[in-house]
């Protein structure tokens, strides 16, 4: 074979790998916090992917290997790998080499090492799979978690959000730093099948000190009612993560606001899209009116809903908005965020959408008389109707009965 085709040919397999999971991680962490071959100031690539998100930096390296006739991957290439990725944490938070992040959404800025409280590193190799692989290293004092082809597309598709997905490293750090003796029969898959299946967590693990995962577990999983329950419910989650991506097209700041929307876990997504949707109908269907709001406080932050027509630029809309999100925030003072999304009152196909984010850590007398006038003069949520939901991660499902 002529030597540049090899080199070629490994360059496009390579790139095929890097975009492969690009892809997935794009669709779980959304594509405002994924960066694709990051650039040191000499032009060299730091990592095949950065994820940056709030606190969180997680930095990827992908490898396509082939198998020796042993079943195995060569123990270099594999190490090579685990090197770039302690290298590639050793620049930026040992030798705070500055880089420029930069994606098709975001503008240039400079990676601020200085945010960063958890780093996760994660070597993918692609291709044939070892019939047993480690699912972490460690290489220079830094843990690897180590995923193949099949269970990163498990893991991208199953824990699809930056909340998920990072929930579960931590706690797979918690259980290796243990030092148990951990054998896992099969994939990881059977590994994060045992973490949803006992409430996300490895507390069962605790009084063991040598633990085999069975395999099969994955399989078992998949097959319950009450998992494809939740997939059915979850659903309706993802017009969440449409807001997400809508998010650059209503607001200035719209990465901030972006990064609110997105910090909930898909559990959580589900239940805003369902209330949001809830109002969404009703506004609809209300011919009596010319908008509707609702307000739904929840851990540490409030959301405020709007539905009302507003012809460009939509000064109106984007005002009422930012008075219901001051009275939201004066109404549940315990929560020091409000963010609120107004959208026009009919269901169509095409919709504009506004946002506004308040994060004010101290409500004063001033903030108060303020927001007392404005419910003076507005009569927004002077005696609202408080309703109470409650929603299961995994629907209960009823037994098939039989006609008789």
Same mark, same amino acid.
């Given at each position: 074979?002529?030597?540049?085709?090899?080199?070629?040919?490994?360059?496009?397999?390579?790139?095929?790998?890097?975009?492969?999971?690009?892809?997935?991680?794009?669709? %779980?962490?959304?594509?405002? +916090?994924?960066?694709?071959?990051?650039?040191?100031?000499?032009?060299?690539?730091?990592?095949?992917?950065?994820?940056?998100? *709030? *606190?969180?930096?997680?930095?990827?390296?992908?490898?396509?290997?082939?198998?020796?006739?042993?079943? /195995?991957?060569?123990?270099?290439?594999?190490?090579?790998?685990?090197?770039?990725? =302690?290298?590639?944490?050793?620049?930026?938070?040992?030798?705070?080499?500055?880089?420029?992040?930069?994606?098709?959404?975001?503008?240039?800025? /400079?990676?601020?090492?200085? /945010?960063?409280?958890?780093?996760?590193?994660?070597?993918?190799?692609?291709?044939?799979?070892?019939?047993?692989?480690?699912?972490?290293?460690?290489?220079?004092?830094?843990?690897? #978690?180590?995923?193949?082809?099949?269970?990163?597309?498990?893991?991208?598709?199953?824990? *699809?959000?930056?909340?998920?997905?990072?929930?579960?490293?931590?706690?797979?750090?918690?259980?290796?730093?243990?030092?148990?003796?951990?054998?896992?029969? !099969?994939?990881?898959?059977?590994?994060?099948?045992?973490?949803?299946?006992?409430?996300?967590?490895?507390?069962?693990?605790?009084?063991?000190?040598?633990?085999?995962?069975?395999? !099969?577990?994955?399989?078992?999983?998949?097959?319950?009612?009450?998992?494809?329950?939740?997939?059915?419910?979850?659903? &309706?989650?993802?017009?969440?993560?449409?807001?997400?991506?809508?998010?650059?097209?209503?607001?200035?700041?719209?990465?901030?606001?972006?990064?609110?929307?997105?910090?909930?876990?898909?559990?959580?997504?589900?239940?805003?899209?369902?209330?949001?949707?809830?109002? #969404?109908?009703?506004? #609809?269907?209300? *011919?009596?009116?010319?908008?509707?709001?609702?307000?739904?406080?929840?851990?540490?932050? %409030?959301? @405020?809903?709007?539905? /009302?027509?507003?012809?460009?630029?939509?000064?109106?809309?984007?005002?009422?908005?930012?008075?219901? @999100?001051?009275?939201?925030?004066?109404?549940?003072?315990?929560?020091?965020?409000?963010?609120? &999304?107004?959208?026009?009152?009919?269901?169509?196909? %095409? @919709?504009?959408?506004?946002?506004?984010?308040?994060?004010?850590?101290? +409500?004063?007398?001033?903030?108060?008389?303020?927001?007392?006038?404005?419910?003076?003069? =507005? !009569? &927004?949520?002077?005696?609202?109707?408080?309703?109470?939901?409650?929603?299961?991660?995994?629907?209960? %499902?009823?037994?098939?009965?039989?006609?008789?």
């Amino acid at each position: 074979m002529d030597q540049s085709f090899s080199k070629n040919y490994f360059t496009l397999k390579g790139k095929n790998a890097e975009e492969f999971v690009h892809e997935l991680a794009a669709k %779980t962490f959304l594509i405002d +916090w994924c960066f694709l071959n990051p650039k040191l100031p000499n032009g060299k690539e730091l990592c095949d992917l950065l994820v940056v998100f *709030d *606190d969180v930096v997680i930095i990827w390296q992908i490898k396509d290997l082939k198998l020796g006739k042993k079943g /195995q991957y060569k123990k270099a290439e594999v190490e090579k790998n685990l090197r770039q990725l =302690s290298g590639a944490k050793r620049q930026l938070f040992n030798l705070k080499i500055p880089i420029e992040l930069e994606n098709v959404r975001r503008r240039k800025e /400079q990676f601020d090492f200085s /945010q960063i409280k958890h780093i996760f590193l994660l070597s993918v190799l692609l291709g044939k799979e070892e019939e047993y692989l480690s699912p972490v290293e460690e290489i220079s004092n830094c843990k690897v #978690h180590v995923f193949t082809r099949t269970f990163t597309q498990i893991i991208l598709n199953e824990l *699809d959000t930056i909340s998920d997905f990072v929930d579960y490293l931590k706690t797979k750090e918690r259980l290796i730093n243990t030092n148990k003796s951990l054998v896992v029969l !099969g994939g990881e898959e059977e590994l994060l099948a045992f973490y949803l299946m006992n409430d996300r967590n490895f507390e069962r693990f605790n009084k063991a000190d040598h633990i085999v995962v069975e395999g !099969g577990l994955w399989k078992d999983l998949q097959n319950k009612p009450e998992y494809k329950a939740k997939k059915k419910a979850d659903e &309706i989650s993802y017009g969440w993560d449409s807001i997400i991506n809508r998010a650059h097209e209503g607001s200035e700041e719209y990465e901030r606001v972006a990064r609110e929307l997105a910090r909930s876990n898909r559990f959580q997504r589900r239940y805003l899209s369902k209330t949001f949707f809830d109002a #969404h109908v009703k506004a #609809h269907n209300d *011919d009596k009116h010319d908008l509707f709001r609702r307000i739904m406080p929840g851990e540490g932050i %409030t959301y @405020c809903f709007l539905f /009302q027509d507003d012809l460009e630029p939509r000064e109106k809309r984007k005002m009422m908005l930012q008075a219901i @999100c001051f009275i939201g925030r004066g109404k549940w003072q315990q929560n020091k965020k409000v963010l609120g &999304i107004a959208t026009e009152m009919k269901i169509r196909l %095409t @919709c504009s959408y506004d946002f506004c984010f308040m994060h004010m850590p101290n +409500w004063t007398e001033e903030n108060q008389k303020k927001m007392e006038q404005l419910q003076k003069d =507005s !009569g &927004i949520f002077v005696n609202p109707i408080v309703i109470h939901g409650h929603e299961d991660e995994y629907p209960k %499902t009823q037994p098939r009965t039989k006609a008789s």
